[in-house]
């Protein structure tokens, strides 16, 4: 055998763990959302993915080990979400930098529908490693949204009287709170409208706010 056959048996091979192991997470994803974390074993994950128990274990060591990779995705996509607001010229006003970073957090979480409502639901005080994660996530869109905030006051597009980290808490908290309610409350994804909804966050927060 050449080492170009090797290499692309090699390939392949890495291939194909690659999407039996994504396979594996899609089929615990939807087996929590039906089920429920807490009441989801290890055999119905198993039995969902149609794979040997060994198999499992070849790629996750147990279900929280699952569940954490599943949230390091969708925590990955969110802070991909977050793009600092730009003061050059040529770009989009303040507001509406802040309403698009607003906007994109809520479509990812409305895309992940059935991890966000397992995080909202029922990880609270599951795992220390999940809590340390969704923390470190919402305090690092807080200091975006200070930040933002501070950069505005400089630019007399914030009033200078506005606690930065007050206002940051206000607007960070309102979005927690649309996700679980109008996020998790449509029955199907495309019943969101993120725009909509990101828009109106940053009217109602934002009024006593902008200058």
């Given at each position: 055998m050449t080492l170009a056959q090797q290499d692309g048996r090699t390939r392949r091979a890495n291939?194909?763990?690659?999407?039996?192991?994504?396979?594996?997470?899609?089929?615990?994803?939807?087996?929590?959302?039906?089920?429920?974390?807490?009441?989801?074993?290890?055999?119905?994950?198993?039995?969902?993915?149609?794979?040997?128990?060994?198999?499992?274990?070849?790629?996750?060591?147990s279900k929280n080990a699952i569940f954490l990779e599943l949230l390091t995705g969708l925590i990955k996509d969110l802070r991909a979400s977050v793009v600092g607001v730009s003061m050059s010229a040529g770009s989009a006003p303040f507001k509406e930098q802040l309403v698009a970073s607003i906007r994109r957090v809520l479509q990812t979480f409305s895309e992940r529908r059935a991890l966000t409502a397992i995080l909202l639901r029922q990880a609270v005080g599951l795992d220390e490693e999940v809590d340390r994660r969704m923390e470190e996530f919402y305090d690092n869109l807080h200091r975006f949204l200070v930040l933002s905030l501070a950069n505005g006051q400089r630019l007399g597009l914030v009033r200078d009287e506005v606690d930065q980290g007050i206002a940051a808490t206000c607007i960070l908290g309102a979005v927690q709170k649309v996700v679980e309610r109008e996020v998790l409350g449509s029955e199907v994804a495309s019943d969101f409208d993120a725009e909509r909804v990101a828009r109106a966050i940053i009217d109602a927060t934002g009024s006593g706010v902008l200058s």
């Open positions: 291939a194909i763990r690659e999407q039996r192991r994504a396979y594996i997470l899609e089929s615990a994803l939807q087996v929590f959302g039906e089920r429920g974390y807490h009441q989801t074993r290890v055999a119905d994950i198993i039995a969902a993915a149609g794979i040997a128990r060994g198999t499992f274990y070849i790629y996750f060591e």
